[in-house]
C-alpha cells in the first residue's frame, strides 16, 4: 500500500494531495497493469464501493531497492 506522508503539504494540498499521487502512481506503470488495476477495482464494485484513487493508493505498493 502506497502511504503519502502529509506531514510537510500545506493545509490547502492535504485533501487533493493524496488523490493527485495516486494518479501519477497509475501512470508510472505499465499500460497492461493499468488495465488490471481498472479491472479490478470494477470488479470490486467500482465508485460504488471506493474512490478510484483510493483503490489505487491501497493496492499498488512503493519500494526502495538499495
Given at each position: 500500500m502506497?502511504?503519502?506522508n502529509l506531514e510537510d503539504f500545506s493545509e490547502e494540498?492535504?485533501?487533493t494531495a493524496p488523490m493527485e499521487?495516486?494518479?501519477y502512481l497509475v501512470s508510472c506503470l505499465d499500460k497492461d497493469t493499468q488495465t488490471?488495476?481498472?479491472k479490478d477495482w470494477n470488479e470490486a464494485g467500482g465508485?460504488?464501493?471506493i474512490p478510484y484513487w483510493k483503490w489505487c493508493m491501497e493496492h499498488i505498493d512503493v519500494t526502495y531497492h538499495n
Amino acid at each position: 500500500m502506497a502511504n503519502l506522508n502529509l506531514e510537510d503539504f500545506s493545509e490547502e494540498y492535504r485533501k487533493t494531495a493524496p488523490m493527485e499521487c495516486s494518479l501519477y502512481l497509475v501512470s508510472c506503470l505499465d499500460k497492461d497493469t493499468q488495465t488490471q488495476l481498472k479491472k479490478d477495482w470494477n470488479e470490486a464494485g467500482g465508485v460504488k464501493v471506493i474512490p478510484y484513487w483510493k483503490w489505487c493508493m491501497e493496492h499498488i505498493d512503493v519500494t526502495y531497492h538499495n
